[in-house]
């Protein structure tokens, strides 16, 4: 595409007469734009009647609808939120001899300084303008995490009425981007854009259209590798790898060396690495480990959840693990999903290789070498960039098929944020696709109970959890740790708010240099760190919910449960599985 082709693609979008915003169309009949330019006029998608929609190009006006919304209608204070995309129908036939040029989007994110071209329909220019000047600046998480991924692109004005217009860039010939908000009308510091690749998880359909060679060249490059992977032992899988291990380790070091007297590393890396991976399959396995109940029983529970075919209403799905664990929930669920002798594409998720490695291995017995081509993925599920990667690889893999995302075991429970997490996982989504959580959850009345709070302290402080929470740090320094010494180790329990009225019971497992003496340890060897006397270093949290909080969390990050099921675990505790999709999407 060139920028008289841009020209081509874009339209004006008037409501009620009234100049809106701008669209571009992505096949003959479909435009797509924000969804505030259609929709901050009627409300919402269901007021859609109340309201005639027109898209102008030239002198051609022609009716439009409103197929889908996403979100359907605003938050409470007006914005729209992630990822603010319409999709317009024509319903009637177009003019004799008008042929509308389509957008061949490009799902690749712009290189830092790329230039960008922009046509569209700003307030002072109704009729059309455009700027060649823009230069991608890099990717933003927009007001708040929650609002998922834009680009960030400046060098020209952005004014009222450009938003839902195309962005091309310039060194691919592809529109990347669609324009949402300026980040001020009044100079130069350019906009904010809702990338490519977010318009298509929606309208997978879309790849196929116009231009996406770059598509299918990467659909021939996964069958040869599925062509290969046959003709090979099936220990062997596909793995993508997204994090940068080094980055990682300078992350604890900084928190090992930091004076503050109380620093937190994160959950995380007491997963992570082959001693972590060795010493929490020992304490998963460990008859007084109050989890393996869960472990146990809750496949079966999951289950009985996950009846795909009559619940996504598709014959082919895609299940995404975001957290293998030790695989035997997932083998449950894909055993299920295999009775029906329909394909499965299966992407386990971790932070940790050796845990995808093992994890998969346990899936692969339980299945008896069934799987069909399972896709691992070494990516950070807590970040909405690593996030989005991940459906994006699950998304090319499958060719747009519904989705089944999980987080089994403890994994929401053993994450930083669960709200971030949660809202990471649900910009991800599609409306068709599904989310099954596990979660512990106390009684209301647990939450206070002293009994409660010593049996979870006692938990954390047994000799087999101190030797997983301690792996990661045992495995990257040289710091001498006696783990029988009581004075090195503290859990403490209390409650904490992770959102305002909503509460949950926090166990923090603390490290402790109780001498007087500065310790010293080394990463990797090499830089020497310091461990001040007194210093305590958080290394796990590990969360308790109630019913109601749970419920908060899914509500506050736009999630809809379906359905749940729960199975007491001990007294006053018990494991919940919650079925859930993007609110306000229709199955």
Same mark, same amino acid.
């Given at each position: 595409?060139?920028?008289?082709?841009?020209?081509?693609?874009?339209?004006?979008?008037?409501?009620?007469?009234?100049?809106?915003?701008?669209?571009?169309?992505?096949?003959?009949?479909?435009?797509?734009?924000?969804?505030?330019?259609?929709?901050?006029?009627?409300?919402?998608?269901?007021?859609?009647?109340?309201?005639?929609?027109?898209?102008?190009?030239?002198?051609?006006?022609?009716?439009?609808?409103?197929?889908?919304?996403?979100?359907?209608?605003?938050?409470?204070?007006?914005?729209?939120?992630?990822?603010?995309?319409?999709?317009?129908?024509?319903?009637?036939?177009?003019?004799?001899?008008?042929?509308?040029?389509?957008?061949?989007?490009?799902?690749?994110?712009?290189?830092?300084?790329?230039?960008?071209?922009?046509?569209?329909?700003?307030?002072?220019?109704?009729?059309?303008?455009?700027?060649?000047?823009?230069?991608?600046?890099?990717?933003?998480?927009?007001?708040?995490?929650?609002?998922?991924?834009?680009?960030?692109?400046?060098?020209?004005?952005?004014?009222?009425?450009?938003?839902?217009?195309?962005?091309?860039?310039?060194?691919?010939?592809?529109?990347?981007?669609?324009?949402?908000?300026?980040?001020?009308?009044?100079?130069?510091?350019?906009?904010?854009?809702?990338?490519?690749?977010?318009?298509?998880?929606?309208?997978?359909?879309?790849?196929?259209?116009?231009?996406?060679?770059?598509?299918?060249?990467?659909?021939?490059?996964?069958?040869?590798?599925?062509?290969?992977?046959?003709?090979?032992?099936? +220990?062997? @899988?596909?793995?993508?790898?997204? &994090?940068?291990? =080094?980055?990682?380790?300078?992350? %604890?070091?900084?928190? *090992?060396? /930091?004076?503050?007297?109380?620093?937190?590393?994160?959950?995380?890396?007491?997963?992570?690495?082959?001693?972590?991976?060795?010493?929490?399959?020992?304490?998963?396995?460990?008859?007084?480990?109050?989890?393996?109940?869960?472990?146990?029983?809750?496949?079966?529970?999951?289950?009985?959840?996950?009846?795909?075919?009559?619940?996504?209403?598709?014959?082919?799905?895609?299940?995404?693990?975001?957290?293998?664990?030790?695989?035997?929930?997932?083998?449950?669920?894909?055993?299920?999903?295999?009775?029906?002798?329909?394909?499965?594409?299966?992407?386990?998720?971790?932070?940790?290789?050796?845990?995808?490695?093992?994890? +998969?291995? @346990?899936?692969?017995?339980?299945? &008896?070498?069934? =799987?069909?081509?399972?896709?691992? %993925?070494?990516?950070? *599920?807590? /970040?909405?960039?690593?996030?989005?990667?991940?459906?994006?690889?699950?998304?090319?893999?499958?060719?747009?098929?519904?989705?089944?995302?999980?987080?089994?075991?403890?994994?929401?429970?053993?994450?930083?944020?669960?709200?971030?997490?949660?809202?990471?996982?649900?910009?991800?989504?599609?409306?068709?696709?599904?989310?099954?959580?596990?979660?512990?959850?106390?009684?209301?009345?647990?939450?206070?109970?002293?009994?409660?709070?010593?049996?979870?302290?006692?938990?954390?402080?047994?000799?087999?959890?101190?030797?997983?929470?301690?792996?990661?740090?045992?495995?990257?320094?040289?710091?001498?740790?006696?783990?029988?010494?009581?004075?090195?180790?503290?859990?403490?329990?209390?409650?904490?708010?992770?959102?305002?009225?909503?509460?949950?019971?926090?166990?923090?497992?603390?490290?402790?240099?109780?001498?007087?003496?500065?310790?010293?340890?080394?990463?990797?060897?090499?830089?020497?760190?310091?461990?001040?006397?007194?210093?305590?270093?958080?290394?796990?949290?590990?969360?308790?919910?109630?019913?109601?909080?749970?419920?908060?969390?899914?509500?506050?990050?736009?999630?809809?449960?379906?359905?749940?099921?729960?199975?007491?675990?001990?007294?006053?505790?018990?494991?919940?599985?919650?079925?859930?999709?993007?609110?306000?999407?229709?199955?």
């Amino acid at each position: 595409m060139d920028e008289q082709d841009l020209r081509d693609c874009t339209v004006r979008i008037d409501i009620d007469g009234r100049q809106s915003g701008t669209g571009f169309f992505v096949s003959d009949k479909t435009i797509v734009t924000c969804a505030h330019v259609v929709l901050a006029h009627s409300g919402e998608v269901e007021d859609r009647a109340t309201s005639s929609v027109t898209v102008v190009q030239g002198e051609r006006r022609i009716a439009a609808k409103v197929d889908v919304a996403y979100p359907a209608q605003p938050a409470n204070n007006g914005h729209y939120g992630y990822p603010d995309i319409a999709f317009l129908q024509i319903e009637a036939q177009l003019p004799d001899g008008f042929s509308p040029r389509t957008a061949a989007l490009d799902s690749a994110t712009p290189a830092r300084g790329d230039i960008l071209s922009v046509f569209g329909h700003p307030d002072f220019f109704p009729n059309g303008d455009s700027s060649s000047l823009l230069a991608f600046e890099g990717i933003t998480n927009g007001s708040s995490s929650r609002d998922g991924l834009l680009f960030k692109v400046n060098g020209a004005q952005v004014r009222p009425g450009i938003s839902g217009a195309p962005v091309l860039n310039q060194r691919t010939g592809r529109v990347c981007a669609m324009m949402k908000q300026t980040r001020d009308k009044a100079s130069d510091l350019g906009g904010l854009a809702v990338p490519a690749q977010s318009i298509l998880w929606h309208r997978p359909d879309l790849q196929r259209g116009d231009g996406h060679a770059i598509n299918r060249g990467f659909d021939e490059r996964a069958q040869r590798i599925h062509e290969l992977r046959v003709e090979i032992e099936d +220990r062997w @899988a596909l793995t993508f790898l997204g &994090e940068d291990e =080094l980055s990682l380790l300078t992350h %604890i070091a900084k928190q *090992i060396d /930091s004076r503050e007297p109380r620093t937190v590393i994160s959950t995380k890396f007491a997963y992570w690495g082959p001693m972590p991976t060795y010493n929490w399959v020992q304490t998963c396995n460990d008859p007084a480990y109050s989890m393996l109940p869960t472990i146990r029983a809750g496949g079966e529970c999951a289950k009985r959840l996950t009846n795909l075919r009559s619940t996504l209403k598709r014959t082919r799905a895609t299940f995404v693990s975001l957290g293998i664990g030790d695989g035997r929930k997932d083998a449950t669920i894909l055993q299920r999903l295999y009775a029906t002798g329909e394909p499965i594409v299966y992407c386990p998720v971790e932070l940790s290789l050796e845990m995808l490695w093992q994890g +998969r291995q @346990a899936v692969r017995d339980a299945l &008896e070498n069934r =799987l069909d081509m399972p896709v691992a %993925i070494q990516r950070d *599920i807590e /970040s909405d960039s690593g996030m989005a990667e991940i459906a994006l690889i699950a998304h090319r893999v499958d060719n747009g098929e519904p989705k089944l995302y999980s987080l089994l075991g403890n994994t929401l429970s053993n994450t930083d944020d669960p709200f971030e997490t949660l809202c990471h996982i649900k910009n991800a989504m599609r409306p068709e696709d599904l989310l099954l959580v596990e979660a512990w959850c106390l009684d209301d009345a647990a939450m206070r109970d002293t009994e409660v709070r010593a049996s979870i302290r006692d938990e954390y402080l047994s000799h087999a959890f101190r030797l997983f929470a301690l792996s990661g740090l045992s495995q990257n320094t040289d710091l001498q740790i006696n783990f029988d010494d009581d004075r090195a180790f503290e859990v403490e329990v209390d409650e904490v708010e992770v959102l305002p009225d909503c509460r949950v019971l926090a166990a923090d497992w603390y490290y402790i240099n109780y001498t007087e003496t500065r310790k010293v340890a080394k990463v990797l060897g090499v830089n020497r760190y310091h461990l001040n006397p007194g210093k305590q270093l958080r290394i796990v949290r590990s969360m308790r919910f109630t019913a109601s909080s749970l419920d908060r969390l899914f509500l506050a990050a736009g999630l809809e449960k379906i359905e749940s099921q729960s199975f007491a675990l001990m007294p006053k505790t018990r494991s919940q599985f919650s079925v859930l999709r993007v609110a306000g999407a229709t199955q």
